[in-house]
């Protein structure tokens, strides 16, 4: 297959997403809560919507123009998937095969179902990419390796695959950027950063930086049309132990009943729980930015990512804005 093939190759697998009936996406998400209970329907159907979206024919085209993809080679990638939310390592998938190399996937126990089912359905729409694909249980014999997980995989990550050409991802979270003039509309969709996938992925939000007085409770009473994240069980268990541990520990919050607002320096929060912090001037939050560059995946606000387009990546959005296909050009 040249090049042109494989981009029309991904194209129809997002129309086939797209012709997906809801009575379909929550078929495969029942399935899928099998391996992991945060993938609700509602998340599933999101991570279907935002694949189709990446992988339109216009887009494809557009973020592979720049490179010269003339693979005479092509190599054994291994990647090593994340299952923090639905299907999370299909762009890796979809760089290492759209660059003409073969496929080595090690899906997590987390999200293994839903990885095949995209794998299948390639497979069924081009059958030349069989011999381009391989789910193992272990990667062995590569030739490189793309692998995301947490700071402490990554130390395993080095340990076995560190000879080899490699991206080994850490844990990253994002960061919102208020200024003061955004719209309750904006703050609205800035709770889609916060609540989607109920918060577990790097591009999630985690910490607001607001301004020297300004009203933070403008923000919250925005979020009030999230509240339903709060009837998932799971989530529940979640806020109700963090809320506990702030009121035994008498540690200054703000509660929205479903979201708890903590002012402090600190970057990544947990699990319903927002970190915020205020700056006094735009210079300084800069400065400050830069310090936690290694440790932030995007940053939202005006002049950043979209207020509510944190989770809708574009396919040259790259995970720690290490370019993939620049790097699967060299091995």
Same mark, same amino acid.
């Given at each position: 297959?040249?090049?042109?093939?494989?981009?029309?190759?991904?194209?129809?697998?997002?129309?086939?997403?797209?012709?997906?009936?809801?009575?379909?996406?929550?078929?495969?998400?029942?399935?899928?809560?099998?391996?992991?209970?945060?993938?609700?329907?509602?998340?599933?159907?999101?991570?279907?919507?935002?694949?189709?979206?990446?992988?339109?024919?216009?887009?494809?085209?557009?973020?592979?123009?720049?490179?010269?993809?003339?693979?005479?080679? $092509?190599?054994?990638?291994?990647?090593?998937?994340?299952?923090?939310?639905?299907?999370?390592?299909?762009?890796?998938?979809?760089?290492?095969?759209?660059?003409?190399?073969?496929?080595?996937?090690?899906?997590?126990?987390?999200?293994?179902?839903?990885?095949?089912?995209?794998?299948?359905?390639?497979?069924?729409?081009?059958?030349?990419?069989?011999?381009?694909?391989?789910?193992?249980?272990?990667?062995?014999?590569?030739?490189?390796?793309?692998?995301?997980?947490?700071?402490?995989?990554?130390?395993?990550?080095?340990?076995?695959?560190?000879?080899?050409?490699?991206?080994?991802?850490?844990?990253?979270?994002?960061?919102?950027?208020?200024?003061?003039?955004?719209?309750?509309?904006?703050?609205?969709?800035?709770?889609?950063?916060?609540?989607?996938?109920?918060?577990?992925? #790097?591009?999630?939000?985690?910490?607001?930086?607001?301004?020297?007085?300004?009203?933070?409770?403008?923000?919250?009473?925005?979020?009030?049309?999230?509240?339903?994240?709060?009837?998932?069980?799971?989530?529940?268990?979640?806020?109700?132990?963090?809320?506990?541990?702030?009121?035994?520990?008498?540690?200054?919050?703000?509660?929205?009943?479903?979201?708890?607002?903590?002012?402090?320096?600190?970057?990544?929060?947990?699990?319903?729980?927002?970190?915020?912090?205020?700056?006094?001037?735009?210079?300084?939050?800069?400065?400050?930015?830069?310090?936690?560059?290694?440790?932030?995946?995007?940053?939202?606000?005006?002049?950043?990512?979209?207020?509510?387009?944190?989770? #809708?990546?574009? $396919?040259?959005?790259?995970?720690?804005?290490?370019?993939?296909?620049?790097?699967?050009?060299?091995?």
């Amino acid at each position: 297959m040249n090049l042109k093939d494989r981009i029309g190759a991904f194209a129809k697998l997002g129309e086939r997403i797209n012709a997906l009936k809801e009575d379909e996406v929550n078929k495969y998400a029942s399935l899928a809560r099998r391996e992991n209970p945060w993938f609700t329907d509602s998340n599933v159907k999101l991570a279907f919507e935002g694949i189709a979206s990446m992988i339109e024919a216009q887009k494809l085209n557009k973020w592979l123009l720049p490179y010269e993809i003339n693979t005479q080679v $092509p190599r054994i990638v291994g990647i090593v998937m994340a299952g923090n939310i639905p299907m999370v390592g299909f762009h890796d998938l979809l760089a290492v095969l759209v660059s003409g190399h073969y496929a080595a996937v090690k899906t997590s126990n987390k999200d293994s179902s839903l990885v095949k089912l995209i794998i299948e359905w390639l497979i069924e729409i081009v059958p030349d990419f069989k011999k381009n694909i391989s789910i193992r249980d272990r990667l062995t014999n590569i030739d490189a390796v793309i692998a995301t997980g947490s700071d402490n995989t990554a130390r395993y990550f080095h340990y076995y695959f560190g000879k080899l050409p490699n991206i080994i991802r850490k844990n990253r979270v994002s960061v919102a950027i208020i200024d003061g003039t955004e719209s309750r509309e904006e703050l609205a969709a800035l709770g889609n950063d916060v609540f989607s996938y109920f918060g577990m992925g #790097c591009r999630n939000v985690s910490k607001i930086f607001f301004p020297v007085g300004y009203d933070v409770k403008q923000i919250l009473d925005a979020f009030a049309t999230y509240e339903s994240v709060g009837d998932n069980h799971k989530y529940r268990n979640n806020y109700d132990y963090h809320k506990s541990i702030y009121l035994i520990n008498k540690t200054p919050h703000l509660d929205s009943g479903f979201l708890l607002w903590r002012e402090t320096e600190e970057l990544v929060s947990p699990l319903t729980v927002l970190y915020a912090e205020s700056y006094t001037d735009k210079r300084s939050l800069t400065e400050k930015l830069k310090t936690l560059d290694t440790k932030i995946q995007c940053k939202v606000g005006h002049g950043f990512v979209p207020f509510g387009q944190a989770q #809708c990546p574009e $396919p040259w959005d790259y995970a720690d804005s290490i370019d993939t296909i620049k790097f699967l050009s060299t091995i």
